[in-house]
């Protein structure tokens, strides 16, 4: 499988490029990235060593098309949405990264994304009805069939995984959910960034996007899907001053007040039996990001309030791998017929 990665030179493709480069059921054959364009991958990245070594591109659909079976996209958003029809129409399976197919409807993409939607100009509502929610352990057998795959977002995947089986048998009310969630600041990608530099960010920690952050909708839409209604959460990311790393704490409020702890770690336990990234800690075990730190794994662990009817769930995971390329290389499993976790078998770094 010859695989183009375009916009190798974000985090997202620097990764996507680390995880596929020793892995022998792919080759990548493009290295697409329009400021770096011209210049060896070496010169960019010498400490990340590409046997072939070659040049990064112009982004061209036709050059992707004459080099690769499969593009996994890692651009900004909007500027997906400006190749993906063209890819498509050539045969190639698209796998992107950004937030530009999420949406079943392009005008909710157009509200959510008001900036990009100004400056790209979209008519492809068509191919937003089309794509694939790129959540692997949710829709593998849909993937597996899917031309055009929409890779969630980090934020989203940290908090719909333990959500979802809750939701989906009933568990908890729809009303009432709340997610706090915090980030390292490689989850803001690698554009200069004034709030993003050491001197802004270190030494704190600070809330932003209340209210009307861009991935409240999009949780909303999926957990909308899985518990058949129309969900509100109250949706809160902060910033951590640490480079990767994702922690989520999610509250509801069960519908059986009687059940305990240790039911509701058996129902997370059962629903992702067969899914090894994701583990179930035992009760009273809480993770941290360090346990998840450049792998593709979430780490699960659920404590309810009984006095109240309350639950607290706690997810961490790798946002760079997990919530970015990790879960891009899954799906590009998926649709190549290898097992989903083929090349993951990532190594912790502890501490």
């Known amino acids: 499988m010859n695989v183009a990665i375009v916009g190798a030179t974000g985090y997202g493709g620097i990764q996507a490029v680390n995880l596929l480069k020793d892995n022998k059921n792919y080759k990548i054959t493009y290295l697409g990235g329009n400021k770096s364009s011209g210049s ?49 129409e050539k045969g190639i399976k698209v796998i992107d990264l950004s937030a530009d197919y999420r949406y079943k409807s392009l005008e909710q993409w157009k509200r959510v994304y008001s900036n990009e939607a100004k400056k790209y100009k979209r008519d492809d509502d068509d191919l937003c009805q089309e794509a694939v929610y790129g959540l692997p352990e949710i829709y593998y057998s849909d993937i597996s ?4 795959i929409a890779c969630p977002g980090c934020y989203p995947t940290s908090a719909l995984i333990p959500l979802i089986p809750l939701l989906s048998q009933g568990i908890i009310d729809n009303e009432g959910i709340v997610i706090d969630s915090k980030s390292g600041t490689s989850g803001g990608g690698r554009e200069p960034n004034q709030k993003l530099l050491f001197s802004e960010c270190g030494d704190g920690l600070s809330a932003y996007g209340l209210i009307n952050h861009r991935h409240t909708s999009e949780i909303e839409q999926i957990a909308g899907l899985i518990a058949g209604n129309d969900i509100e959460l109250l949706f809160t990311p902060h910033l951590v001053p640490m480079t990767r790393g994702m922690h989520s704490t999610i509250y509801g409020r069960l519908r059986d007040p009687g059940l305990t702890s240790c039911d509701c770690r058996i129902i997370l336990e059962n629903f992702y039996r067969n899914f090894s990234n994701i583990k179930v800690l035992p009760v009273d075990i809480y993770p941290s990001t360090k346990w998840v730190r450049n792998t593709n794994e979430i780490h699960l662990s659920v404590k309810v309030d009984n006095r109240n009817g309350r639950i607290i769930i706690l997810s961490v995971i790798d946002n760079l791998i997990k919530g970015q390329s990790g879960q891009a290389i899954q799906n590009l499993n998926i649709i190549s017929g290898f097992p989903l976790n083929n090349g993951l078998d990532m190594i912790n770094i502890y501490p």
């Open 40 to 88: 060896k991958w070496s010169e960019n990245f010498p400490f990340i060593n590409l046997e072939s070594d070659i040049y990064i591109e112009e982004i061209s659909v036709k050059s992707i098309a004459n080099k690769a079976n499969v593009a996994l996209l890692c651009l900004p958003n909007g500027i997906s949405s400006t190749i993906t029809k063209g890819l498509l």
């Open 145 to 148: 069939k899917a031309r055009l």
